[in-house]
Structures are given as structure tokens and as C-alpha cells.
T-cell receptor, first 114, second 110 residues
Framework: NAGVTQTPKFQVLKTGQSMTLQCAQD?????MYWYRQDPGMGLRLIYY???????DKGEVPNGYNVSRLNKREFSLRLESAAPSQTSVYFC?????????????FGEGSWLTVV | QKEVEQDPGPLSVPEGAIVSLNCTYS??????FMWYRQYSRKGPELLMY????GNKEDGRFTAQVDKSSKYISLFIRDSQPSDSATYLC??????????FGKGITLSVRP
């Protein structure tokens, strides 16, 4: 019972490099999310996808792009990485977006930009 | 004023202590209240949720909501070293926007 799986778990990038964080869920959820977590800042929503075929900006979308590839997969792309994007990234999913829907998180991806 | 404020911590208590973790919120439209627990180097996992004022118990854990004061709490009775983690409150309203507190790190000393 995998839940939400994200890869890679650890990555070091040089400033200006690009990379994609992959996320897949096996719970048949409609909604998926990307968060970043920084010390003293808590969890902040980057982008979300309420349902397959839709994506919307969250609180901190600048410097990121997303793709909802299908119902299972939601990827996060850094086109030109910056040191300010050093963070822990969490993918999450819920049955649907809305009141009372539990969000399930992946294990996290630790990204360092040097 | 931030929408959700959480006591910053960290918090260290001896095993067996009663722990009280608190959050305040500013938007009276918030309706659904959750507590997530996050172990080191893991993703957050839902611990408890409630949508009404009052108390909700689950084993050693009690979630309390006071909508009139816009105050939520998580109580842990007979705390154990295995309770050592970061606890995040999370609140959502009718617009479905989920807002997290910054989290408080709890350490339970054997």
C-alpha cells in the first residue's frame, strides 16, 4: 500500500540547472498538491490540481511549473534552480478538494541548490 | 495577522507528562480543524480532525476547538518518547483552502 510516492528523495542541483520532481498516488484521488516546507515558514502550497486536467497556483508558485500527467501523476519542475528553492518538497493527494477531505502526504524530497 | 498562529516551541517534556499544543486562527469562516503529526524526515500524517466546538478523544489524544475564541488545542496524555515529533495544526474553510500552522517540535524525554 504505497499511498503517495515521490522521487527523488534527495537531490543536489547547481544554480541554473533544471529538474523535475515526480509524484504518483495509488489511492484514486482526484486532487493533488505540491508543498514546500522551510524552517520557520511551515508548509506552503506551491501548486495544486483539483482534478485531472486542471492546475492552479498556490501561495508560492514563482519559479515552478507543474504537470498533471494523468489522474495518478503530478510532477513539479524547476526550470532554473535558485538557492532560494533549497527546501523539502512534499507531494500530497486527497479524494477531492474541499472541506473535510484528508490530505495524504508523500515522504518528501530534499532538494539543495548550490 | 496571520490566518493561523501556532506556538513556536520547541517543547521538551518528561515521559508521562500531559502536553498541550495550541493554535489560534483569525478567520471565523474556518470550519474544519485538523492536527497532523510529522516524524523526522517523514511526511505529515493526519492525527485527528474535528469540525465542531468541543472535545474529541482518540486514545491518549484529545482535540479541542473553541470557535468563539478561535482557539484549537491538542492534548496528549501520558506522553511517550514515541510522541516526539512535529505537530502541525491545519484549518480549512468553505473555500477549501487549507492553511497550516508552522508546527511545533515536541520532544518527550525518557
Amino acid at each position: 500500500n504505497a499511498g503517495v510516492t515521490q522521487t527523488p528523495k534527495f537531490q543536489v542541483l547547481k544554480t541554473g540547472q533544471s529538474m523535475t520532481l515526480q509524484c504518483a498516488q495509488d489511492m484514486n484521488h482526484n486532487s493533488m498538491y505540491w508543498y514546500r516546507q522551510d524552517p520557520g515558514m511551515g508548509l506552503r502550497l506551491i501548486y495544486y490540481s483539483a482534478s485531472e486536467g486542471t492546475t492552479d497556483k498556490g501561495e508560492v508558485p514563482n519559479g515552478y511549473n507543474v504537470s498533471r500527467l494523468n489522474k495518478r501523476e503530478f510532477s513539479l519542475r524547476l526550470e532554473s534552480a535558485a538557492p532560494s528553492q533549497t527546501s523539502v518538497y512534499f507531494c500530497a493527494s486527497s479524494e477531492r478538494q474541499g472541506l473535510g477531505n484528508t490530505i495524504y502526504f508523500g515522504e518528501g524530497s530534499w532538494l539543495t541548490v548550490v | 495577522q496571520k490566518e493561523v498562529e501556532q506556538d513556536p516551541g520547541p517543547l521538551s517534556v518528561p515521559e508521562g507528562a500531559i502536553v498541550s499544543l495550541n493554535c489560534t486562527y483569525s478567520n471565523s469562516a474556518f470550519q474544519y480543524f485538523m492536527w497532523y503529526r510529522q516524524y523526522s524526515r517523514k511526511g505529515p500524517e493526519l492525527l485527528m480532525y474535528t469540525y465542531s466546538s468541543g472535545n474529541k478523544e482518540d486514545g491518549r489524544f484529545t482535540a479541542q476547538v473553541d470557535k468563539s475564541s478561535k482557539y484549537i488545542s491538542l492534548f496528549i496524555r501520558d506522553s511517550q518518547p514515541s510522541d516526539s515529533a512535529t505537530y502541525l495544526c491545519a484549518i480549512t474553510g468553505a473555500n477549501s483552502k487549507l492553511t497550516f500552522g508552522k508546527g511545533i517540535t515536541l520532544s518527550v524525554r525518557p
